[in-house]
């Protein structure tokens, strides 16, 4: 199986902030990656897919970058809306795997 | 609009089988472009695939939960289910259903999920 680990596993950012959160993979995936958010309550939400296109709908402050091993999610202007726990998931080759998550939090 | 809706016992004891079907509406379950799976996540954990079914009946399964998991479809009622054997605590969770794009022999991703029901193995 391919291990993805995310870092941080958390952090606390402002209203307002850029902030990144990466994602690595055991072995190159190519660009066979997703992205999700999640808020406590609640199922995941995809946000990007094929590691940096974005689905409909999603706010286009989210971007995702990167191939092989190495990926990041970028929300470029934070919202009050995006504190939630961000997740990465494979799709290279089964069995699908996700990575630990991110949980952006208030400062 | 396609939703997901998973159903099933939210409490099952140890050493017996869980059991949950995903109803699918507003959108084919015979479509070439999907597999259908589940997904689940432990209180206060991440999230684990479980595994997946195309509508043809091929599978695909985590391999840490193979030998205990049962994916099937009936595409007549536009359902897909889930068994698990001889549950144990460590299998209570958060089970989602979602629709996984990808065709037939690739990877896929979810893009759709189930609001996910809680299922408790106590005694």
């Known amino acids: 199986a391919i291990w993805m680990t995310q870092s941080p596993s958390s952090f606390s950012a402002s209203t307002g902030d850029r902030v990144t959160i990466t994602c690595r993979a055991s072995?190159?995936?190519?660009?066979?990656l997703a992205w999700y958010q999640q808020k406590p309550g609640r199922a995941p939400n995809l946000l990007i897919y094929?590691?940096?296109t974005l689905q409909s709908g999603v706010p286009s402050r989210f971007s995702g970058s990167g191939s092989g091993t190495d990926f990041t999610l970028t929300i470029s202007c934070l919202q009050s809306e995006d504190f939630a726990t961000y997740y990465c998931?494979?799709?290279?080759?089964?069995?699908?795997?996700f990575g630990g998550g991110t949980k952006v939090e208030i400062k | 609009q396609l939703q997901l809706q998973e159903s099933g016992p939210g409490l099952v004891k140890p050493l017996e089988t869980l059991s949950l079907t995903c109803t699918v509406s507003?959108?084919?379950?015979?479509?070439?472009?999907?597999?259908w799976g589940w997904i689940r996540q432990p209180p206060g954990k991440g999230l684990e695939w479980i595994g997946s079914?195309?509508?043809?009946?091929?599978?695909?399964?985590n391999p840490s939960l193979k030998s205990r998991v049962t994916i099937s479809v009936d595409t007549s009622k536009s359902q897909f289910s889930l068994k698990l054997s001889s549950v144990t605590a460590a299998d209570t969770a958060v089970y989602y259903c979602a629709r996984h794009y990808g065709y037939f022999g690739s990877g896929s991703y979810p893009d759709y999920w189930g609001l996910g029901t809680l299922v408790t193995v106590s005694s």
């Open positions: 507003g959108g084919s379950i015979s479509s070439s472009s999907y597999y």
């Open positions: 072995q190159g995936i190519s660009s066979y």
């Open positions: 998931q494979q799709y290279y080759s089964y069995p699908l795997t």
């Open positions: 094929a590691a940096s």
């Open positions: 079914i195309y509508y043809s009946g091929s599978t695909y399964y």
